[in-house]
Every structure is written in structure tokens, then in C-alpha cells.
């Protein structure tokens, strides 16, 4: 008996952060004691006051009472009781506490690529469960894109016999791939058969949890023309071009038939509201050469490619209609936003798009295979992109402007550089754990500490159940106002390369190069890694700081106002790995205590890589040493 009295003392809760509750409730009362029994029991009761996903949780040391007005109210209410609930010697012990809760948003979800690196229904059945724990409800399930299709399609049976296969790359910056492979060995075929399929959704269910499926159209889709070559674009009368290989064929007949029988399938084994047709990225440079998609634009008068994408986007959402289905695409569909029937949901991952129905996921703030900024990452992330911290997403203001038509927001987890479950689970926890809190709550004012401190207590619960999670990390103002300073003189292109010199404290110089990606007029095409030499932004630059030379002193490039010579908190030396391997280290050393302040970055491009680095750094060694 002593033993337990013990362990009760120790449980003692005095504030609501003590709670550790992930995401916090709306409303929360602290009671006297804890309610202490030998096996978790509740008394439940109908209120149907109550929202659809609300619920009502009392707690006091008679017992345990649920509130909801809806299966889903009450489930989280359980989400609730499990984080509050402690162990003890003799059954479990959970404080005495009074809970009103309830969404901000109805969509609060994850998102899984599989077509990258395949994972198999075990691994997301857990995905799931830790989604469900912290009152997510949406999980986005990336089957289809480019590097292969991973579910069964009856009609089409080479989609996943060619589709699904994965030839491993001889050479790919932007790509780890599966462990114990080695260039140009042949894997699979990977996909799920529709009896699995069914298996996921039917576990989801039971968690309350939607699974949206991802079908690609028009673009990232390579896989099918592999497996379907009559589904691409004719090459036209410019003999010189060479096909852009993912991108289907709009003028010709026989995609929208394909695709048809495809979303027929799909339709029997997902029940959700939602089917993403993808849309993003598109290169179009085929539609402009191909006499079918010219045809078609003729007869359609339109005026530019880009109606092609609005003309398909608009045919399969009228086709989901009828099937009581509504579409939701990346926000490249809603160029066009006027041509988007009313029911259709914008995912906005370059932004936060309000002009539609929108699923708020910009990258800057939700994309989880970008760094967390931890000084020591042992688990390989994108290069580019900035340090995306837990402290960064949870920044993350949802817009007040269209408030009626934001449904919520997600997590994207892309997988090009995930190979394993355990790297998987370090990119997207506790950072998915900000996601919850936004959704969930939409916290009004922000607090991080005590958001931290809750997130610190949930975390220690994950990592006592066995997961791999990270630490908790926190936004870098060095590379925040890199990343705002690069934004302002880049006019939305990449800037990705910086080079620095070294001077006194407090003078330090820092001379900006650019090493990024050619921007066309109809998208960022990652292929041409096109290096600028002396172009556009240099001259913006020249003009941004007034000045001859490409030049800023830190505390102007510092938007923030800091002066880095008087902020002991530079007094150290951050390291950064951006690149699989060691194919590019970039670093960024700032040493107060020398008295000095030192700085380089360099990310290369193409095939220069290594050289491009180390032309970097013999320019910094040679400006250290004078």
C-alpha cells in the first residue's frame, strides 16, 4: 500500500502543461486526486450537444465518464485518457481532471510517399497508430509517381508487373536507395494487392482515421508510360526535342479511358470523400510539340498548354462527381481556380492558398524529408529547402483570410531520401506533433516553450513504446534569415549556393554566389540543373544592397536586426550535411571566440559536385589565412 501511495505523490499534477497532452484540449479544468483502478474503464454517455468530434472527459477518484456525441468524439476522448493514464505498481493511475474538447479543422493528416521507397502495410499500420494518438485523421497515401505504381489494377495488370518494378539508379543526387542494392540491380515488383489495400483502410477505420489515395494525373507519371508507352505524347515536328518521359498524353483519348478504369478500381477499394489526382509539376513541353494535344487545343480554342491541365482536371472531377466523389489536387489545378467546381480542395504546398477549398501543407513549414536543423542529424535529409524545426512548423500561421474554406493542413513525408522505418519515424516525430497542436487546436497566441515542454512529456512516452524519435528542434535565425534573405533577392528562384569571406568582428562580409535551378515559365525544372553565372540575380543583389559588388555585411544580411558579434549565442561552430553520403558536406562555422567571425556554405551542382565544393572551400582557406 505504501508503494502506491508513493507512486500517487509522485503523479501530483499542479498547471496543465504537467498534463503533457498532445495536442492540448480546448478546455481544461485540474481537479484534486487521481482516479485509480486495476484496469482502464470508462462510463460512457450519448450527449448530442456535443460536436462531431468533441467530447467531454471527466475524471475524479469515483471514476472515468466519456461525453460525445458521435463514435469519433468518444474515441478521442480515449486518445486523451490513454496520454493522461500512468502506470503503477497496482493497475493505473489518471489525475483527476475535466476536459471540454473538440477540432479546429476536420482535416488533420499525414502524408506517406511509397512510391520512392516501399514500406508494406505493417509499417503503415504503425504509422497509423501513432497518427491516431495524437487525433490525426487524414492519412494521404502517395501510391503513384514516377519512380513506381504501388497498387493493384485489374484492367491494367502491367501497371504493377512493369509500373512497380525499380531499376536502382547508377548515379542520382536526389535519391538513397534500399539498403543492400547496387547500381542498375532490378527490384521488385513493390505494390499492394487490393485484399491489403483493404486490409489498411479497414485498420484505418477503426482509428478513425480517412485514407485519401493519390492517383497521378497528368503529370509524375513515367511509371505508366513505361508499362503503357501509347499513353505519351507523339513527338512533333521539332526533331530536336526529346520527350520530357512524365508527363501523359491530354489529346489523346486513351488516358482518359485508362484512367478512368483506374479510378473505377480505386473508387471500389477506398470509401474516402476525397481522391487526389496529383496535378503538380507538370513540364508541358511535350503538349506544345504533340499534334494530339495541339489537335485538342485547336478544337477547344484553347489559347496555352496550361488549359490542357485544366481541361483534364475538370473532366476527372466531373467523373469522380458522379461517383459521389470529390477531387483534391497540389495547387498547380487550380490555376485556373474559376474552372475547379466548387467541391473541389486545393492542396497548397507553394503556399496558402484560400481561394479555394484548401489543405494547407507549404513546404517551408510541413515537408518532413527537409533537415530539423539539429546540429547533429544522424539520418541523411534533402540538401535543399532550409532547416524545417519543430519550432518552425509549429510557427506557421494558418490564414485568417478564408477561414470557411481551409479544411486543415498535413504533414508530407516524401521518401526519395527515407529508406527505413526508423528514419522515417526520426523525420516526421515529435515535428508531426506541431501539426496536431495547429489543427487540432490552432493555438491563439503561440506559445513554444509550453508547447515544448507538453511535446517533451508526449515525446519520452514515444520513445518509451520503442519509437525512433527525434529530438525536439528549434528554429536557426542564421539560416532563417538566409532563407528570407535569398527569397527577397531571388524574386521566388532558387538560391541555393553562398560563399563567404572572413574578416574582424562585426565586418564580416559575406559575398553571395548562386548555384540553383533554371527557372522556366512552367515550372522549376530540376533537370537542367542550370547553374547561373552572371545573370539576373546577381544584378539584383548589386541593387539590393546598393552596391558595386556582390556584397552584405552579416548584420545587414541579418533581417532579424541581430548583430552576430555581440550574441553569444553564435559562440560555436554548426555544422550542416545536406547530400546523401559525402557527395556535398555544406557548412556554416561561425566562431566568436577567435574573435573572428568565419562563414562558408556551398552546395554544388551536376556532375562539377565535389569540385564545385572544394573550389569553395581552397577560396575560403586562402581568404582565412590573409
Known sequence: MMNVMMALCALLVTTVTDLGLVPAPKKVELGEGECCFAALATKRIRAVSISNEGYRLEVTKDGIVICSSTDAGAFYAEQTLK????????????????????PAYSWRGLHLDESRHFFGKEIVKRFLD???????????????????????????PKLTEIGARHNVWNSYRFYREYPGYKAGDKIGPMFYTKAEIREVCDYARKLNITVVPEIEIPGHS?????????????????????????????????TYRFFEKV?????????????????????MGNWKQCPKCQALMKGKGMKDVHELQTYITRHFADYLAKKGRRIVGWNEIARDAKSLPKSAAVMSWQGASIGANSVLCPAGYFYFD????????????YFWGWPTSMEKVYSFEVPKAGKGRVLGGQGNSWTEMTISEKELQWKVWPRAC????????????????????????????MLASGANVAPISRIDPVWEALNKFSSRIGGGKSVQGIACGVSKRGEAKMRMTFNGWEVSKDMISMSKKTRFPVGPQVSELQAAVGRKEAEITLPELLALGRTLADDPKFATVIKRNHAPDDLSKARLEIDMISGEVRAW?????????MGALLSAKQAFDKSSRQ
Not at 501513432?130 to 491494367?156: C, P
Not at 527537409?370 to 535529409?381: F, R
Not at 556554405?601 to 559536385?609: F, H, L, V
Open 601 to 609: 556554405y556551398a552546395i554544388p551542382t551536376e556532375k562539377e559536385g
Open 434 to 461: 506541431a501539426v496536431a497542436e495547429l489543427f487540432w487546436r490552432n493555438p491563439t497566441p503561440k506559445n513554444f516553450e509550453e508547447f515544448a515542454a507538453r511535446a517533451e512529456k508526449d515525446r519520452q512516452r
Open 83 to 102: 496520454q493522461l493514464a500512468k502506470k503503477t505498481a497496482d493497475g493505473w493511475s489518471v489525475p483527476a481532471v475535466r476536459i471540454e474538447d473538440e
Open 222 to 254: 513515367h511509371e505508366v508510360v513505361r508499362a503503357y508507352p501509347e499513353l505519351w505524347c507523339e513527338l512533333g515536328e521539332d526533331k530536336k526535342y526529346k520527350r520530357f518521359d512524365h508527363d501523359l498524353c491530354i489529346g489523346n483519348d486513351k
Open 263 to 283: 479510378l473505377d478500381e480505386v473508387c471500389e477499394m477506398f470509401d474516402s470523400e476525397f481522391i487526389h489526382i496529383g496535378g503538380d509539376e507538370c513540364n
Open 130 to 156: 501513432r497518427m491516431a494518438e495524437h487525433k490525426l485523421n487524414v492519412f494521404h497515401w502517395h501510391l503513384t509517381d514516377s519512380a513506381g505504381w504501388r497498387v493493384q489494377i485489374d484492367a491494367y
Open 370 to 381: 527537409y533537415e530539423q536543423g539539429l546540429e547533429d542529424d544522424p539520418v541523411p535529409n
